[in-house]
C-alpha cells in the first residue's frame, strides 16, 4: 500500500513537471519577447566571465551530420533568444554554443527532468489514457518551439525517441497482460512518429531549404524516352498535371511509410516476439535509418521493402498476391537495387511453398527489366535541362533549373554499370571497406542468438551472395546494408517459434541500450574511421539530449 502511494504521488510529482515547465515557458516566451536585444549580445557574455560564472561548453557538428540541422542554426536562436545560450562561435568544423551554468547542474537537470517525464509516460494506475500522455508530452515540446511548424519534424522525433525508451522498457515487462497491452500501443506511437518524422522533414527540405535532391529522383519519368528508374516517376508526373507534382511526391512518401508500418505492426503483434526481436525492430540498420540518415532516406528502394513486407503479410492471411506482384514490378521498374531483392521474395515464396506459377510472375518483372536495357534503351541522351522544362510546366510548379539539378542526375540516368563500376572504385578506399564491414557486422549481431532461425532459412544466407554485386555497382554500402538487414529482420518476426530467451532478458536488456546508441550506418560518405561515438557523443547526438538542453537554457535564463 505504502509503494503505491509513493508511485502515485511520483506521478502526481512528474505531472505537476509537466504543467509548471509548460506554463514556465509560456511566461518566458512574453518576457522574452518583450526584452532589448542588446539583451543577447556580447556584453552579456562580458559580465558573466566578470563575475565568474562557468561557462558549460556544448561542441556541435556544424557541417551537414545531424538531421535536424536548424536546431543548431541562427534562426532558432535568433528567434528565441535561448537564454544561457549567449554566444555562438564558429571554430572550423564545430559551432561553440556556451550555457552560462555549470555543466553539473546540467547533468542534475537532464536526469531529473527525463526520468519524471518517462514516469509520466509508464504510470498504469492512472484514468488518463496512454494516447493522451503523449498527446501531452506532444503539446509541452510543441511549446517550446511556439509552436512553429518548421520545427514539428523534431517535435515528432522526440516522441520517437521517448517511445524507443518505453518499447525497451515494456520489452523487460511485457509478461504482464497490462503491460503488453501498453506496449502494443507504445508500437503504434513508435510506428507513428517515424512515419510523421520522415515526412515532416521531406516536406522541410522542398518547402523550407529548396533542397530537391530526393524529389528530383522521384520524378524521373520516360518523357524523354524510357530509363532504368522511371516508372514510378511516369506515375507520379501523370498525378502532378492534377495538382502540384511536390505535394504529390510527399503523398507518395507518405502512403509508402504508413504502408511499411502497417504491415510491419501486423506482423509483429501478430506473432510471439522475444528480446532478440526488439534489438533487430530499434536497431540503427532497420528502420531508424530511414531517420538517422534522411539524405540516404526514402530512395526507391523502398518501393522493394514494402512489396517484401506486404507479400508477408499477404501470405499470413492467404490473400491474393496481385497487389504486391504489381508493387514488386514498380519498384524494379523504378530503380535496379529492386531486383536484387527477387532472390529473397521468390525463397520466401519458396519456403511457404507458394504455386510455382506465381513464383515466376514474381521472376518475369526481372527478366524483361535485364532485357529492356538491349532492346529499349533510348538514342539520346537524358538532358537534365529538359527535364526540368517538362517538370515546370506542370500545374503549380516552378523550380529553379539549378536547385533541381546539381549536375549528377544526368550521370544517375544516363551510366552504364561500367561507370557505376569504375565510379565505387574510385569512392571506397580502404578506410570505408573497415567501416562497412564492422557496421554490416554490428547489424547481424543480434543474429547471433538465432543459429536455429538461418538454417530455418538457409536461402538468406545463400542469396547473399548475389546480393553482394550491388556493393561493387554503387558505393551507398549503409543503404545495401539496411535492405539486407530489414529483409532478415521481417523474415524473423514473421517466424512463429522464436527462443523465449527468458533467462537473459534483462542483461540482453542492457546490452540493447548500448547497441542503440554506440554506433550508426550513414549510407555513404563517411568522415570517421569507425562507426563508433564515445560516450559522449552518444549522448550528446540524442535529440533527448538536445531537447534537455533547449529547456535548460530557455528556463534558467540570466536577467
Not at 515494456?170 to 497482460?177: E, G, L, Q, T
Not at 522511371?230 to 508526373?237: A, K, R, T
Not at 514498380?330 to 506459377?357: C, M, R, T, W
Request: net charge positive; proline share 2%; glycine share 2%.
Amino acid at each position: 500500500m505504502k509503494l503505491k502511494n509513493l508511485n502515485a504521488k511520483f506521478y502526481l510529482i512528474s505531472s505537476t513537471f509537466i504543467l509548471l515547465i509548460n506554463l514556465l515557458t509560456i511566461i518566458k516566451r512574453n518576457n522574452i519577447l518583450n526584452l532589448n536585444k542588446d539583451t543577447c549580445n556580447d556584453s552579456l557574455i562580458s559580465k558573466a566571465k566578470e563575475s565568474g560564472f562557468d561557462f558549460f561548453v556544448d561542441n556541435v557538428f556544424a557541417v551537414y551530420k545531424s538531421i535536424f540541422p536548424e536546431i543548431f542554426n541562427y534562426k532558432l536562436f535568433s528567434q528565441k533568444c535561448f537564454g544561457s545560450v549567449n554566444e555562438i562561435v564558429l571554430e572550423d568544423y564545430f559551432i561553440n554554443l556556451y550555457f552560462i551554468s555549470s555543466k553539473y547542474l546540467f547533468f542534475i537537470f537532464f536526469v531529473i527532468f527525463n526520468v519524471l517525464i518517462i514516469y509520466f509516460l509508464t504510470y498504469e494506475k492512472t484514468k488518463i489514457k496512454f494516447y493522451f500522455k503523449y498527446l501531452i508530452l506532444f503539446l509541452t515540446v510543441f511549446n517550446l518551439f511556439n509552436f512553429d511548424f518548421y520545427y514539428l519534424s523534431f517535435v515528432f522525433l522526440i516522441i520517437f525517441y521517448y517511445s524507443i525508451i518505453l518499447i525497451v522498457y515494456y520489452s523487460i515487462y511485457k509478461n504482464k497482460i497490462s503491460s503488453k497491452k501498453i506496449g502494443e500501443e507504445n508500437l503504434i506511437i513508435y510506428l507513428s512518429s517515424w512515419v510523421i518524422t520522415i515526412s515532416l522533414e521531406h516536406y522541410n527540405l522542398i518547402f523550407y531549404r529548396s533542397e530537391y535532391y530526393h524529389f528530383k529522383l522521384w520524378i524521373t519519368n520516360y518523357l524523354q524516352g524510357y530509363n532504368r528508374r522511371g516508372l514510378i516517376g511516369q506515375v507520379i508526373y501523370y498525378v502532378g498535371e492534377l495538382f502540384d507534382i511536390r505535394y504529390a511526391v510527399l503523398i507518395l512518401f507518405i502512403t509508402i511509410l504508413s504502408a511499411i508500418a502497417y504491415f510491419l505492426y501486423k506482423i509483429f503483434i501478430n506473432r510471439y516476439q522475444n528480446i532478440i526481436s526488439y534489438f533487430l525492430l530499434l536497431s540503427p540498420a532497420f528502420i531508424s535509418y530511414q531517420i538517422l540518415d534522411i539524405r540516404g532516406s526514402m530512395r526507391k528502394e523502398v518501393l522493394g521493402l514494402l512489396a517484401f513486407v506486404m507479400i508477408v503479410y499477404f501470405i499470413n492471411k492467404r490473400k491474393s498476391l496481385t497487389f504486391p506482384l504489381l508493387i514488386f514490378t514498380i519498384a524494379v521498374f523504378s530503380h535496379p537495387a529492386n531486383i536484387f531483392i527477387s532472390p529473397f521474395l521468390i525463397g520466401y515464396l519458396h519456403k511457404y511453398d507458394i504455386n510455382k506459377k506465381v513464383k515466376i510472375l514474381f521472376f518475369v518483372p526481372v527478366l524483361i527489366y535485364l532485357s529492356s536495357g538491349v532492346f529499349f534503351t533510348p538514342s539520346e541522351s537524358f538532358n537534365s535541362l529538359i527535364f526540368c522544362e517538362q517538370t515546370n510546366q506542370l500545374i503549380n510548379s516552378s523550380i529553379d533549373c539549378k536547385l533541381l539539378d546539381s549536375g549528377d542526375l544526368k550521370g544517375t540516368i544516363n551510366s552504364d554499370i561500367y561507370d557505376y563500376l569504375e565510379l565505387t572504385r574510385k569512392s571506397v578506399q580502404s578506410r570505408e571497406i573497415i567501416f562497412y564491414i564492422i557496421s554490416f557486422l554490428l547489424a547481424l549481431s543480434p543474429f547471433v542468438f538465432l543459429q536455429e532461425f538461418f538454417i530455418k532459412n538457409k536461402y538468406l544466407g545463400f542469396m547473399l551472395i548475389p546480393y553482394l554485386m550491388l556493393f561493387f555497382v554503387a558505393f551507398d554500402w549503409g543503404r545495401w546494408i539496411s535492405l539486407y538487414i530489414s529483409i532478415l529482420t521481417i523474415t524473423y518476426f514473421n517466424e512463429n517459434k522464436k527462443n523465449k530467451l527468458e533467462s537473459y532478458k534483462f542483461p540482453l536488456s542492457l546490452l540493447l541500450i548500448l547497441f542503440l546508441i554506440f554506433w550508426d550506418l550513414p549510407h555513404c560518405c563517411i568522415d570517421r574511421n569507425l562507426p563508433f561515438f564515445s560516450l559522449k557523443l552518444a549522448f550528446t547526438n540524442l535529440p533527448i539530449y538536445t531537447f534537455t538542453e533547449l529547456y535548460f537554457s530557455e528556463l534558467l535564463t540570466l536577467k
